[in-house]
């Protein structure tokens, strides 16, 4: 990658940040390489899929960009599948959060976004969900798109085709900087064990749970999520279902992706845990109790990239030159298409690119100066 090319972009891992944002910027021009360091640790392999502003109950300026993301994924998602030629699985199948009470339906942060639902309602969305389940809100809106499955990988192909270069099973291991504390090159060890420093003045850091690994100033930190996947018969659920700790997304062809603990206690100690697999068959049979019959098909564990307001960093870092895709948290599906037009904005040659710079600055990383984290998240 050459260092004095204007238009060079060095993309610091190749999750769905890392592959979002390159292929935004390969599109517009840039000439992209993504460093890819192990693919199945990547957030977007391990998440569910859900595109769910409403459903996860998201307020400020987060339900603002996760509904300019909504808006924006069915044109993300067809430009996608242009450049690739492969499906993508977008499913716009609606959202239901079922509650114990029409009151606590009623005092839901997003409420008003979505269509009340008595218990007749609820068993017309939702065949089988238990009895204890009174009331609902369907986010019509909301939906989901298979991300483990089609998503990554029709990423992947558009992002080749698009000329955009991929080194993987290579670890950044630090930023070369200049003496004006300017991106000079990153160090990295590629997976035949070697060592050197690639050339790069701008780069683009999506590094997910890990990023404060390699820039520490970034208040980054793992929340572990266990989830599982169940073959249900077809149709048996249109809707993905959204309880308090437990979700169901029923994918095209009957598999219902479970989710998922949050468990921030945990860093980064890897592996399924026991405690952790009950808790989902619990909230499974909590919220649709036939669908403890339907038999498991995988059971996987991932880490969320968290913040202490579970809002993600983007644009500028305290590094000129290295530029911030990371910590979406729990929304990364739902926020990688704002994610990657605005940093693709941001960084492509054009007048625009201040702008889009200016609109990322609720996100910006040194937001949290002076503010304790908020009281839902721990620090591990
Ligand atoms: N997006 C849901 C989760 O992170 O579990």
């Not at 292929?23 to 021009?29: D, F, I, Q, T, V």
């Not at 809002?311 to 298409?337: D, F, I, M, Q």
């Amino acid at each position: 990658m050459g260092g004095d090319d204007p238009a060079a972009i060095l993309v610091l891992g190749g999750g769905l940040m890392g592959l979002a944002v390159a292929h935004a910027l390969a599109r517009r021009g840039c000439t992209v390489q993504v460093l890819s360091r192990r693919r199945s640790e990547a957030a977007g392999f391990v998440a569910a899929g859900m595109l769910a502003p409403h459903a996860e109950g998201l307020q400020g300026p987060l339900l603002t960009l996760g509904q300019r993301s909504l808006a924006l994924v069915p044109e993300w998602v067809a430009r996608i599948e242009a450049d690739s030629g492969l499906p993508c699985g977008l499913r716009p199948c609606g959202i239901v959060v079922p509650f114990a009470t029409a009151a606590d339906r009623d005092g839901f942060a997003t409420a008003p976004f979505g269509e009340p639902l008595d218990r007749h309602g609820l068993e017309r969305e939702l065949p089988g969900l238990a009895p204890r389940w009174t009331a609902g809100l369907l986010f019509r809106q909301d939906g989901q798109i298979d991300n483990r499955r089609q998503l990554m990988r029709a990423l992947e192909r558009a992002c080749s085709r698009l000329g955009v270069k991929f080194l993987e099973g290579a670890e950044v291991e630090g930023l070369d900087r200049a003496g004006d504390g300017a991106l000079q090159g990153v160090r990295l060890r590629t997976a035949e064990g070697d060592r050197h420093t690639l050339a790069a003045r701008r780069a683009v850091l999506a590094c997910g749970a890990w990023s404060a690994r390699l820039l520490p100033e970034l208040p980054v930190f793992p929340v572990k999520g266990q989830m599982l996947s169940l073959q249900a018969p077809r149709q048996a659920l249109r809707r993905v279902v959204f309880g308090p700790g437990t979700y169901l997304v029923p994918r095209e062809d009957g598999l219902v992706v479970v989710g998922a603990t949050s468990e921030p206690e945990a860093g980064f100690s890897e592996g399924l845990t026991p405690a952790g697999q009950r808790q989902l068959q619990a909230g499974l049979a909590d919220l649709l109790p036939e669908a403890a019959g339907w038999p498991p098909m995988e059971r996987w564990w991932g880490f969320r990239p968290c913040t202490p307001d579970e809002a993600p960093l983007l644009g500028e870092s305290p590094v000129p030159g290295l530029w911030l895709a990371t910590g979406h948290h729990r929304n990364g599906v739902l926020l990688a298409a704002i994610t990657a037009e605005r940093l693709g904005a941001a960084l492509a040659p054009g007048t625009g690119a201040p702008a889009a710079a200016a609109a990322l600055a609720p996100f910006a990383w040194n937001r949290f100066r002076g503010q304790e984290p908020q009281p839902s998240v721990r620090q591990p």
